[in-house]
T-cell receptor, first 110, second 116 residues
Framework: GQNIDQPTEMTATEGAIVQINCTYQ??????LFWYQQHAGEAPTFLSY????GLEEKGRFSSFLSRSKGYSYLLLKELQMKDSASYLC???????????FGDGTTLTVKP | DTAVSQTPKYLVTQMGNDKSIKCEQN?????MYWYKQDSKKFLKIMFS???????INETVPNRFSPKSPDKAHLNLHINSLELGDSAVYFC???????????????FGEGSRLTVL
């Protein structure tokens, strides 16, 4: 089976940097995804990691360490619109199936 | 044009009724999914179809029956609705079920089901 852990809530200040961690235990590994979900809306894709290291995409970066079962999403220059839930999802041995963590609700304050 | 569209967006019904949610994607993807998101925001996969063939069937009560008439459509029929079925149901699609970034999911806007 799969076990995915993320903090439930985080708060940060506009303009700051925040790191959202995700740890996982899976039987097999075929990639890790980060999604953003604003309240009342659908999740939208942010990033994908399958090899160790950092993937950078504008203000957002995602890091993966497969040996540690660990990933983080780094958000720089926070904006009020970044207030949302951030979901870590792992694709395990069944490559067709992504299992989601419970999500981290990020609140950005002025 | 909406990439993944599902109807209805809101559904309020009585316990014991039967209801359906429809989903269509115009992305040309081969794989479609149904996810359920409960009040605690936990997103859980229910079913997945690849090219009209069922490939994932999680532990879901058999009151839930998916149907894929073609690879662009995936519908969900729910019989004998129960209070615990109240949730947001998301349809999603991906280019393939296999490896690589092409496994990225594109979600519909969700269908909020409330069972009274």
């Amino acid at each position: 089976g799969q076990n995915i852990d993320q903090p439930t809530e985080m708060t940060a200040t506009e303009g700051a940097i925040v790191q959202i961690n995700c740890t996982y235990q899976t039987s097999g590994f075929n990639g890790l995804f980060w999604y953003q979900q604003h309240a009342g809306e659908a999740p939208t894709f942010l990033s994908y990691n399958v090899l160790d290291g950092l993937e950078e995409k504008g203000r957002f970066s995602s890091f993966l360490s497969r040996s540690k079962g660990y990933s983080y999403l780094l958000l720089k220059e926070l904006q009020m619109k970044d207030s949302a839930s951030y979901l870590c999802a792992v694709r395990g041995a069944n490559a067709g199936k992504s299992t989601f963590g419970d999500g981290t609700t990020l609140t950005v304050k002025p | 044009d909406t990439a993944v569209s599902q109807t209805p967006k809101y559904l309020v019904t009585q316990m014991g009724n039967d209801k359906s949610i429809k989903c269509e994607q115009n992305l040309g993807h081969d794989t479609m999914y149904w996810y359920k998101q409960d009040s605690k925001k936990f997103l859980k996969i229910m079913f997945s179809y690849n090219n009209k063939e069922l490939i994932i069937n999680e532990t879901v009560p058999n009151r839930f029956s998916p149907k894929s008439p073609d690879k662009a459509h995936l519908n969900l029929h729910i019989n004998s609705l129960e209070l615990g079925d109240s949730a947001v149901y998301f349809c999603a699609s991906s280019q393939t079920p296999g490896g690589g970034a092409s496994g990225e999911l594109f979600f519909g806007e969700g269908s909020r089901l409330t069972v009274l």
